[in-house]
């Protein structure tokens, strides 16, 4: 039997991964996108295929978190075997500016849904098993490592709406046997991060910076350490979840933090550029509340699940760099030929 997958968030980084293994895994892959005035689908347009076409396997439908009554219709049409509920308002310092609507959609969004699954699976007696996109910002201000058992320390208003859906996955599968897993992934990156995630505003800008087209790249808290792995690796963790035996909760992390100076200087490095000549700190980019070390420990999801991180915090840079360095290539070739191209500093937090 073909397994049908339900995604939110398919047009993001994660969303994007994910629609890929499922696919290739021979899933049919239902997938949730956001109606918008400029395209958001760049991410996935490799994977769409014209649905009037025989043995199409990948299906778009529009929606929002924000509405209930869409998901509910979506859950009754799709009849998913799995649900990955990636969707959210991501940026942590933007939910500092939208903190209303980054609990709408990153908090009540997840109730709407788990709503919709349990109606859904009282009424057909169909199980439906969750996976929730939890986050390591909701460890916060609690002291590295970290893992399944340390307690909770939110910093901001997305980390605040990150615990309330991890605890509401908890509370659903504790209330009604639903299989609902949380995930609670450590930050984690590739050449198709958003260009206003500190990595790859960092490789977006060094390797605009070796082209010519930029001479200065602005950040903030340099000091902060992440724990960075790579996204593809990532997403294997979700489905590997939803695959077990028994529904849980799981750390996903590489075990390494590195700051975000050292995130530079090994960018630049590559690039055989010094990045002194061209960082500025830019208080701008400052947080109110910062969260000043990730550092994951994986071992429960290595003995539960068999999941290890295959890509180095050096792998991950250089094949982020080398996409970067081919779009700035691009860029300047465009440039050259009247053409202009937008810049990437913008409208960047
Ligand atoms: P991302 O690139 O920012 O993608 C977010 C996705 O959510 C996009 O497809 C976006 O659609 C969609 N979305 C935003 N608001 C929505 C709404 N109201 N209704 C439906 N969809 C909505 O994020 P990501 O890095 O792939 O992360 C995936 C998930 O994992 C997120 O929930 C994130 O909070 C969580 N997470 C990420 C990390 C990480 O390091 N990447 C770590 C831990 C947890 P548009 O394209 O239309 O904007
Ligand atoms: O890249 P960031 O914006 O990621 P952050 O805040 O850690 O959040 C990401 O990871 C979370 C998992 O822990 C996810 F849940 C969340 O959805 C998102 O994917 O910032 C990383 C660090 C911060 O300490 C920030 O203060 O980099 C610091 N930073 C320094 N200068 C900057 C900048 N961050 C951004 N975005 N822009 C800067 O100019």
Not at 224 to 243: I, N, P, S, T
Not at 288 to 302: N, Q
């Amino acid at each position: 039997m073909t397994k049908i997958a339900l995604i939110s968030g398919v047009t993001g980084q994660d969303g994007s991964y994910l629609a890929e293994l499922l696919l290739g895994k021979g899933y049919e892959v239902h997938a949730v996108i956001r109606r918008s005035s400029s395209f958001n689908t760049e991410r996935i347009e490799h994977l769409y295929v014209d649905p009037h076409e025989p043995g199409v396997k990948f299906f778009l439908h529009y929606g929002d978190l924000a509405d209930a009554s869409n998901l509910r219709r979506l859950v009754e049409r799709v009849k998913p075997d799995e649900v990955y509920n990636l969707g959210a308002q991501s940026h942590v310092k933007v939910s500092f500016e939208e903190p209303e609507y980054t609990v709408d959609v990153d908090a009540l969004g997840t109730l709407r849904f788990l709503e919709a699954i349990r109606d859904y699976r009282e009424r057909t007696g169909h199980e439906v098993r969750f996976y929730q996109a939890s986050s390591s910002e909701m460890f916060g201000a609690a002291p590295p490592p970290q893992n399944e058992t340390t307690p909770f320390h939110p910093r901001s208003p997305y980390a605040c709406a990150k615990l309330y859906s991890h605890w509401q996955t908890i509370n659903y599968r504790e209330s009604y046997g639903m299989f609902a897993c949380s995930g609670i992934l450590f930050n984690h990156e590739s050449e198709r991060r958003g260009e206003t995630f500190v990595t790859r505003k960092i490789t977006r800008a060094a390797t605009r910076i070796q082209m010519g087209l930029q001479d200065k790249l602005y950040l903030g808290n340099l000091s902060a350490k992440r724990d960075w792995g790579f996204a593809g690796d990532y997403v294997e963790a979700m489905w590997r979840m939803l695959q077990a035996d028994q529904p849980d909760d799981f750390v996903i992390a590489t075990g390494e933090a590195y700051s975000v100076q050292e995130f530079v200087d090994r960018t630049f490095a590559m690039l055989e550029l010094d990045p002194r000549r061209h960082v500025e700190i830019d208080p701008r980019y400052y947080r109110p509340a910062e969260v000043d070390a990730l550092l994951g420990d994986a071992s429960k999801a290595r003995t539960k699940l068999g999941w290890s991180p295959t890509v180095t915090f050096d792998g991950l840079i250089r094949r982020m760099v080398e996409h970067d360095l081919m779009l700035a290539r691009r860029e300047k070739l465009l440039l050259g030929a009247g053409h202009g191209a937008g810049s990437t500093q913008g409208q960047d937090t």
